[in-house]
């Protein structure tokens, strides 16, 4: 029969039929571990194919003045996100069309956010314009892994610009991501700069996740579980600033035409009132996308825009500096207000003559505060010698940093007997190199911002404050305000002391033969030392650090024009200018005489 030819012998039936049996059996048992051991996994995978998590990004935090004035908001920008498993390469040639970027970009952003995660969203292209998020929209159905999603960035509403105080964002680094943990992803933002950078974990926020469903196109269809998993994105903080955004704005344009700095401060905490680098750069530009040829002029802008003046110049201080010579000699008992010198217009040491620009006569050390005589200066610092000037320059925060929370900041340099011996060689330099630096000159170097607490220390009696822009940290959820806590030293002078160096500073302002007159302000007892820092390179540099009222101080300020000549012609009166309308609200110079106020109403009003 056929049917025995075809299946053999009982045996051979018997054999095939136990191989079917075993066959079943394993099929029932990979069925088996298929629905009931692995059906977690599956059902995870299954999600993964038709649950999507959308990111989204918090409303980072709003910075304000010490008024409450809105100074750094945010505005809404679109970005196109892509989810690597889902998008089909043979649509990147669209892609990159509608994004109108270069086919190997586009593939290395593909190829990075596949690396980090596959099943999330990355963005590939940030701050898309309308017509471009049109495009996307019209081609979603072919585009299949592509989506937007509306994020914010910095808008900047009043006139204060103060770039290099605000600092700004930049996407995110391959080595900062690196580093940077699990929160960050490719394509996002980070503060590189100024308070951006150094508040960025306040200002950022916690991301939250929404997780949709999507079809086989991978197109969002829905909500997922009624949201039920959704993770709600939490609002970054705000940073309340002790500067003033009015005076902030006066300053920078007082400085339009110049290179150069100016920081204000509050002398009785080390609030931050204005912080001015020029030339600068509008904010703006770094809020988006900044256009390529635009970075680029900005990083090859012969008078560097991008440089922050104010904390990473290194300058010498000239006249400024002397204050710190006085210091030294008054209060190690070297000398008094009563030690006198006669200035005949220089000071021979050795073979060379260093001349003064006037012939002062007898001076003492008030008088010489006040007139800048060099040659006074001269032989205290030979009496008062190397290490004391080094020892009580350190005291006031110099050849170190000030810890401040600007961003990034020069330590200057104050030389020392160890620099020296270092940098020439033990014994080969010279008691000579003492006479430049009596004065400011020489290879001491100091920033604006140094300069600004060292006025405010002169100012409050001798205190050191660590300079700050931000007071406060507020929790808009919880309306929750921390303080930011500011640390102090003291310079260890007696109030003898500080008062002659005080009185020395207001005679340089009020004073016949004073070099700050210029600095007056209508109404207000002020004090302040002008300076010329020598610039082997070209013009010199303008140097003015002043406080006021002189009995109870409001506000300390350091100016620093570079390449403007003396001090006193140009550094002087922008102090004054500043000062004033700190103190008033407005500048009264400019108003009838009989209704300024009186320096005792001066010293007692709020400032504003």
Not at 208 to 232: A, C, H, L, P, Y
Not at 248 to 262: D, K, P, R, V
Not at 531 to 558: C, L, M, Q, R, S
């Amino acid at each position: 029969m056929i049917h025995d030819e075809a299946f053999g012998s009982p045996d051979r039936r018997r054999t095939m039929t136990i191989a079917v049996l075993v066959i079943f059996a394993v099929l029932m048992l990979r069925l088996y571990q298929l629905q009931l051991l692995f059906h977690v996994e599956l059902d995870k995978k299954s999600e993964e194919n038709s649950v999507r998590a959308l990111i989204k990004d918090p409303v980072r935090g709003y910075i304000y003045d010490r008024y409450g004035r809105l100074l750094v908001d945010v505005g809404p920008s679109y970005s196109i996100t892509l989810v690597p498993n889902e998008f089909e390469r043979r649509n990147a040639r669209l892609l990159s069309s509608i994004l109108q970027v270069d086919s190997s970009s586009l593939e290395d952003r593909i190829n990075k956010a596949k690396s980090y995660s596959p099943f999330l969203p990355a963005r590939i292209k940030r701050d898309v314009d309308m017509k471009t998020l049109a495009a996307i929209e019209e081609n979603l159905p072919v585009l299949r892994g592509i989506s937007y999603q509306i994020e914010s960035k910095r808008v900047y509403p009043t006139a204060a610009r103060a770039p290099h105080l605000f600092g700004y964002r930049r996407e995110i680094s391959d080595a900062q991501l690196t580093d940077a943990g699990e929160y960050y992803r490719p394509g996002d933002l980070v503060g590189v700069a100024g308070l951006e950078a150094r508040y960025e974990p306040s200002l950022r926020g916690q991301k939250g996740f929404e997780f949709v469903s999507v079809n086989s196109k991978g197109q969002i269809i829905g909500g997922f579980e009624d949201g039920k998993r959704d993770v709600t994105a939490k609002e970054g903080y705000d940073l309340l600033l002790g500067v003033d955004g009015g005076l902030q704005a006066f300053a920078e344009s007082l400085m339009t035409n110049y290179s150069g700095a100016i920081v204000a401060m509050d002398p009785s905490g080390g609030s931050i009132l204005a912080f001015v680098s020029k030339p600068d750069y509008d904010p703006a530009i770094m809020s988006g996308v900044t256009p390529a040829d635009e970075w680029a002029a900005l990083q090859t802008n012969p008078e560097k825009p991008l440089f922050n003046r104010a904390s990473l110049t290194r300058y010498p201080p000239g006249s400024t500096f002397k204050m710190v010579l006085a210091a030294a000699a008054l209060q190690e008992g070297i000398i008094d207000e009563h030690y006198r010198i006669q200035c005949t217009g220089g000071f021979r040491f050795g073979n060379r003559v260093f001349k003064d620009l006037h012939v002062h006569g007898s001076v003492n050390i008030v008088e010489a505060i006040q007139k800048s005589c060099n040659v006074f200066f001269y032989q205290l610092m030979l009496k008062v010698g190397f290490e004391k000037w080094t020892e009580y320059g350190r005291r006031f925060g110099f050849g170190q940093s000030t810890n401040t929370d600007t961003g990034e900041e020069t330590t200057g340099l104050l030389p020392s007997v160890e620099y020296y011996d270092s940098r020439y060689g033990k014994g080969k330099w010279t008691q000579g190199f003492l006479i430049s630096l009596a004065i400011g000159q020489g290879e001491v170097g100091v920033s604006p911002l140094q300069m600004a607490r060292y006025a405010a220390a002169l100012a409050n009696g001798g205190i050191v404050y660590r300079p700050h822009a931000v007071e406060y940290i507020r929790n808009k959820e919880t309306s929750h305000i921390e303080a930011v806590p500011h640390d102090s030293t003291l310079i260890g002078l007696s109030p003898h002391v500080m008062e002659l160096i005080r009185e020395g500073m207001q005679r340089v302002v009020h004073a016949p033969g004073g070099t700050g007159a210029l600095a007056r302000i209508p109404g207000v007892n002020s004090a302040g030392k002008t300076g010329t820092a020598e610039n082997p390179h070209g013009k010199d540099h303008a140097w003015y650090v002043g406080f006021a009222p002189y009995e109870n101080p409001k506000i300390a300020i350091a100016v620093l024009l570079e390449n403007s000549g003396f001090g006193g012609t140009k550094a002087a009166p922008m102090a004054g200018l500043v000062m004033e309308k700190y103190l008033y609200g407005e500048l009264k110079r400019y108003q009838p005489k009989a209704v300024q106020k009186t320096v005792a109403g001066a010293a007692s009003m709020t400032p504003r």
